[in-house]
Each structure stands twice: as structure tokens, then as C-alpha cells.
């Protein structure tokens, strides 16, 4: 018996023109679950065209959306639409970072490296010769 193209109603399946935007995040790899995408979103961490976004909001292709991870913030333009999370490669070819967007995070990524302060969350304690740097700058 050959196989169909068919879903269960019997028509051919269409090409998606509108999804979920908790589901987009989650096909195109930027969280692990979708309740994780939806947490985010609903934090106010993802922005659609400017405007703060809520999970059910429905994305076409073209969009802009504003991610925030972490200490970074990524600008990425919605290029296609797909429900389903596939591997990396194909994952990244559902949108497109904007170039300032690339240029903002290389410039933080310095100027980061360039603080002698600044110590990642969850590092652990300081080290002998990192507590003497601290009290030697804070002192001075």
C-alpha cells in the first residue's frame, strides 16, 4: 500500500503561515521545553515588532522578535515557520540574526573581558590571589 501525503482529515498538508511563538522558540532551538519559551515570554523577555509579547501570539514569517538570555539580547528576523524541533543546522535556518544585533554582543563580549571585575554567576568563591585583587582595588 503507498504511502500518502495525507493527514488524517485526507487533504495534503499545507505549508504553515502563522505559529505560536512559544512553539517557534522552542523549534528554533533558544529553550529547551516550550514551558521554558513560555515562562520567558510571559517574564517579558521576548519581544514581537517592539511590543512586549504574551506565549499565544502568533508569528509569520518576516517578524522581528527581541530575545533576551542571560546577559545577552539577540535581534533575530523570523525567516520560516516550523512546529516541529528538528537539529541544530536546520533549526538555525528558521531565522536570521540582524547584523547590530551580532555587533552589540561582540561589543559587550569585550567589554566584559576587559573588566577586571566581573566574575560569572555560579563561579564559586574566590581564589586566594582573586580576594587579594579585590581588596587591593577596593582599597585603592
Known amino acids: 500500500m503507498p504511502k500518502h501525503n495525507a493527514n488524517k482529515t485526507g ?3 499545507t505549508a504553515l503561515t502563522r505559529l505560536r511563538i512559544d512553539k517557534w522558540l522552542w523549534a528554533a532551538r533558544f529553550y529547551k521545553t516550550r514551558s521554558l519559551a513560555s515562562e520567558a515570554i510571559k517574564g517579558g523577555k521576548i519581544h514581537h515588532q517592539g511590543d512586549r509579547a504574551k506565549p499565544s501570539k502568533e508569528l509569520v514569517v518576516g517578524d522581528e522578535l527581541t530575545i533576551k538570555q542571560g546577559y545577552t539580547e539577540k535581534t533575530v528576523i523570523v525567516l520560516a ?3 516541529k524541533r528538528g537539529p541544530a543546522p536546520q533549526a538555525a535556518l ?3 540574526e540582524t547584523p547590530e544585533s551580532i555587533q552589540k554582543r561582540e561589543n559587550f563580549k569585550t567589554v566584559v573581558k576587559t573588566q577586571p571585575a566581573y566574575r560569572d554567576t555560579g ?3 574566590p581564589t ?3 580576594r587579594r585583587k579585590i581588596i587591593q582595588f577596593t582599597r585603592s
Open 11 to 13: 487533504k495534503a498538508p
Open 81 to 83: 515557520l516550523s512546529d
Open 94 to 96: 528558521l531565522y536570521r
Open 123 to 125: 563561579s564559586g568563591r
Open 128 to 130: 586566594k590571589r582573586e
